[in-house]
């Protein structure tokens, strides 16, 4: 079984933790909680579909997949954000 990198709940809980230190990027997710939400799960069926055994988040090769996908969906400025994110989990 490959090792989660990310779930949803992980990911919001980094945007509300980042308030404070980047209030621009919190404001961000927020506006687009819903889509990168949605976002995320097609990630999840698909990394499913693909043969990874876990449905409970995302592997980091999967995690690439969805930075990719929300950048398809909602442009460059949400790229930041979770860039931020994949340098803080690598920590």
Same mark, same amino acid.
């Given at each position: 079984?490959?090792?989660?990198?990310?779930?949803?709940?992980?990911?919001?809980?980094?945007?509300?933790?980042? @308030? =404070? *230190?980047?209030?621009?990027?919190?404001?961000? /997710?927020? !506006?687009?909680?819903?889509?990168?939400?949605?976002?995320?799960?097609?990630?999840?069926?698909?990394?499913?579909?693909?043969?990874?055994?876990?449905? @409970? =988040? *995302?592997?980091?090769?999967?995690?690439?997949? /969805?930075? !990719?996908?929300?950048?398809?969906?909602?442009?460059?400025?949400?790229?930041?954000?979770?860039?931020?994110?994949?340098?803080?989990?690598?920590?």
């Amino acid at each position: 079984v490959e090792r989660i990198f990310l779930r949803f709940p992980d990911l919001r809980k980094f945007a509300e933790d980042a @308030k =404070g *230190l980047a209030p621009e990027s919190h404001r961000m /997710f927020c !506006q687009f909680e819903g889509i990168l939400e949605s976002t995320f799960e097609d990630t999840i069926q698909l990394q499913s579909d693909m043969g990874t055994k876990t449905t @409970k =988040g *995302l592997t980091l090769q999967w995690f690439q997949v /969805f930075v !990719q996908k929300a950048l398809t969906r909602l442009g460059l400025q949400i790229v930041s954000l979770l860039m931020a994110l994949l340098t803080y989990k690598k920590k």
